[in-house]
């Protein structure tokens, strides 16, 4: 079973900024694709950011592009989720997720999908409020 540790939520004001972490191997980094999604209560998981790992590109979901930026640090075995401009309607547990997958980011212009996931984080909270 593949680990995906998530760190770094927490509270937050609106307008802030914070950075999610996601620990996991070296062969994950090297040949999976990472994402991050996020669930708010009753609502649908929702992915919102991902990294492939033979090129870096990236695809964001409309509702974080331009404000959130995913990034792997490879000597460190972690992906990041930066997050800047945050709104009360962020606040979600935030999942790291992997799919083996090749494509599971370069075929969508709008983010992850959830079908494509094989392997799951336990999440971190976000929680934006003043």
């Known amino acids: 079973q593949l680990q995906l540790v998530e760190s770094g939520g927490g509270l937050v004001q609106p307008g802030g900024s914070l950075r999610l972490s996601c620990a996991t191997s070296e062969f994950a980094l090297k040949n999976y694709v990472i994402s991050w999604f996020r669930q708010a209560p009753e609502k649908e998981r929702e992915g919102i950011a991902c990294?492939?790992?033979?090129?870096?590109?990236?695809s964001y979901a409309n509702s974080v592009r331009g404000r959130f930026t995913i990034s792997r640090d490879i000597a460190k075995n972690t992906v990041y989720l930066q997050m800047h401009s945050l709104k009360p309607e962020d606040t979600a547990v935030y999942y790291c997720?992997?799919?083996?997958?090749?494509?599971?980011?370069?075929?969508?212009?709008?983010?992850?999908?959830?079908?494509?996931?094989?392997?799951w984080g336990q999440g971190t909270q976000v929680t934006v409020s003043s």
């Open positions: 990294i492939s790992s033979d090129d870096n590109s990236q």
């Open positions: 997720a992997a799919a083996v997958w090749h494509n599971a980011c370069s075929a969508y212009a709008e983010g992850p999908k959830r079908r494509d996931v094989n392997f």
